[in-house]
């Protein structure tokens, strides 16, 4: 029997996440249905595996942390559901939050509360609002909550 389960919603900074690692230009797509993405500090390539099963549906795996162990839709789906078009792209927001050293802040503060807030305040040093950057968030929250993601294991198989 294969391992699938339905993925949640992610944590809000994961947005910013995924749109800093386009912006940084650390995803690499591979085909239609298949990408890398680079880590922050460049140590780690997730692989990345997203397949439409019907309309809003998918099958996907990923290789971090947030996707496999704590069962969420992590920031390397959702780059790649946004170089796909599926989810809207800001490229505002994107140039706001290009060069954040996401793993750093993570490990250093543990608080995705508080590096949000160092993200959101060097937004808003580059001109960018914070009323800007939570209407994205909430737009991509959104339209995540439309989507049914399933977790499948046995695609990173096709890797």
């Not at 460049?42 to 942390?65: F, L, M, R």
């Not at 060097?122 to 399933?150: H, P, Q, T």
Request: aromatic share 8%; no cysteine; glycine share 6%.
């Amino acid at each position: 029997m294969s391992n699938i389960r339905l993925l949640r919603k992610p944590p809000r900074i994961k947005v910013l996440e995924a749109i800093g690692s386009i912006g940084d230009q650390r995803v690499k797509v591979l085909d239609d249905h298949r990408a890398e993405v680079v880590s922050s500090r460049g140590d780690k390539v997730y692989k990345v595996i997203v397949e439409p099963v019907e309309h809003n549906v998918y099958h996907a795996y990923s290789s971090d942390n947030g996707t496999i162990f704590r069962g969420y839709i992590g920031y390397p789906i959702i780059a790649f559901l946004i170089i796909k078009g599926i989810i809207p792209i800001d490229k505002e927001v994107m140039k706001a939050v290009t060069g954040v050293p996401w793993k750093d802040l993570n490990e250093r503060y543990k608080r995705y509360s508080i590096v949000e807030n160092i993200v959101l305040n060097k937004a808003e040093r580059m001109g960018v609002s914070r009323e800007i950057i939570m209407d994205y968030i909430n737009i991509v929250m959104k339209k995540l909550g439309l989507l049914k993601i399933y977790f499948v294991e046995e695609l990173k198989n096709k890797f």
